[in-house]
C-alpha cells in the first residue's frame, strides 16, 4: 500500500535569521580631546588622528556623540581593527558612517580596505548605500586576502551617509577592517558607528518539530513496505 506523505510534513517553514554583533564602535566610550589620538580601545592608530564631537569648537555638526577626524592634527593617519572573528556559511553585513571633513575645506581622499588572516572563499558579495557601484564588483570569490582598497574623494561639506558591504564566508577566520586618508591639511573625513554582524539562518521551532514528523512518517512508511519473513 502506497503511504503519501502530508504536504506541510515536507514543505519548509519561512526560517528565522539569528543576528550576531562581531564588532561595534561608535567611539563614544572615547574620551574627546581636541588634539590627536595615539590610542583607540578596538583599533591601532598609525599617524594622527582626532577624536572630535559637536562639543569640540572644531565646526563639527553632524557627529552625534564622538567621531574619529582621519586626518588629525598634524597629518594623515589610518585606524585598523582588531581581528575580528567570523563563521562560515553566515552573511556578514558591514556599515559605516563617512562624511567630508564638514569644515568646507578639501576634498579629502577615504580610503577602506577588509584584510583576511587566511585565504577566504566568499559568495554573494556586494555593496550597498554610499558605497561607489563602480567600485564594486559582486559575485563570489575564491582564496582572498583582501577585498581591494576602497577610494573615493569626499568635498568637505558631504554629509554623514552610510556605507555598506555583504558577503558570505565559506570558511572560518578572521578579518580586520582599515580606514585612512591621505589628507594632509589637519582636517580629514569624519568617520562613525562602525558595524560588523553576522546572520545565521535557523529553522523556526515549528519547522523542527514538521520535519520531526515527516520522519516519523517516513519512517512509518517504510516499515509497513517492509515483506514479511517466512
Known amino acids: 500500500m502506497r503511504v503519501l506523505l502530508p504536504l506541510a510534513a515536507l514543505a519548509p517553514a519561512t526560517p528565522a535569521a539569528a543576528v550576531t554583533t562581531l564588532f561595534e564602535d561608535d567611539f563614544n566610550a572615547e574620551h574627546p580631546r581636541l588634539a590627536k589620538t595615539s590610542a583607540l580601545a578596538k583599533w591601532t592608530v598609525a599617524g594622527n588622528v582626532d577624536l572630535v564631537a559637536e562639543i569640540n569648537p572644531f565646526g563639527i555638526t553632524q557627529c552625534p556623540g564622538v567621531c574619529v577626524d582621519l586626518d588629525g592634527t598634524t597629518g594623515p593617519g589610518r585606524i585598523t581593527s582588531i581581528p575580528i572573528a567570523f563563521t562560515a556559511g553566515q552573511l556578514l553585513t558591514l556599515t559605516f558612517d563617512v562624511s567630508g571633513n564638514q569644515r568646507n575645506a578639501g576634498p579629502d581622499d577615504f580610503l577602506f580596505t577588509v584584510t583576511f588572516g587566511q585565504p577566504t572563499d566568499i559568495t554573494g558579495f556586494k555593496g550597498f548605500g ?7 564588483t559582486p559575485g563570489d570569490y575564491t582564496g582572498l586576502l583582501s577585498l581591494g582598497t576602497y577610494g573615493e ?27 585612512s586618508t591621505t589628507s594632509a591639511d589637519n582636517i580629514g573625513p569624519i568617520l562613525d558607528n562602525v558595524l560588523v554582524a553576522q546572520t545565521a539562518v535557523i529553522p523556526e521551532p515549528a519547522s523542527w518539530a514538521m520535519l520531526i514528523a515527516g520522519f516519523g512518517l517516513v519512517g512509518a512508511a517504510a516499515r509497513r513496505r517492509r515483506p514479511a519473513h517466512a
Request: proline letters at 6%; aromatic letters at 8%; zero cysteines.
Open 130 to 136: 554610499a558605497i561607489d557601484m563602480s567600485q564594486v
Open 153 to 179: 574623494s569626499l568635498p568637505g561639506s558631504r554629509a554623514l551617509r552610510t556605507y555598506g558591504l555583504r558577503w558570505t564566508p565559506q570558511n572560518s577566520g578572521t578579518m580586520q577592517l582599515s580606514f
